[in-house]
Nanobody
Framework: QVQLVESGGGLVQSGGSLRLSCAASGVSLDMYGISWFRQAPGKEREGIACISATGGPTYYVDSVKGRFTLLRDNANNAVYLQMSSLKPEDTAVYYC????????????????????WGKGTLVTVSP
């Protein structure tokens, strides 16, 4: 089991950028596929992006493709979700989740497949 901690959320104006971090200690995140999910007020949680284990491919849903980018930082044992051109509809609590040796190109962003979850970080985008 890996303990994940998200950070980097906050308040930003529409069109702005934020970088969320998903960090872990004690284990190398490189062996984990990391997925990002978000839950907007009054809505179900949705998967938005995924980066495969050991430098494998990434996957993005259409609503964030071209605006969000996933990056691995193995030196700091973290995965970053770089978000740009933010919109008010991006307002949500963002969660990272992990599963060992997960391939995003095979499975996509699949909530039920994730084994470990962070507690989330709130992103608020003002109009």
């Amino acid at each position: 089991q890996v303990q994940l901690v998200e950070s980097g959320g906050g308040l930003v104006q529409s069109g702005g950028s934020l970088r969320l971090s998903c960090a872990a200690s004690g284990v190398s995140l490189d062996m984990y596929g990391i997925s990002w999910f978000r839950q907007a007020p009054g809505k179900e949680r949705e998967g938005i992006a995924c980066i495969s284990a050991t430098g494998g491919p990434t996957y993005y849903v259409d609503s964030v493709k071209g605006r969000f980018t996933l990056l691995r930082d193995n030196a700091n044992n973290a995965v970053y979700l770089q978000m740009s051109s933010l919109k008010p509809e991006d307002t949500a609590v963002y969660y990272c989740a992990a599963r060992t040796w997960y391939s995003c190109s095979v499975y996509g962003v699949f909530e039920q497949a994730m084994h470990d979850w962070g507690k989330g970080t709130l992103v608020t985008v003002s109009p």
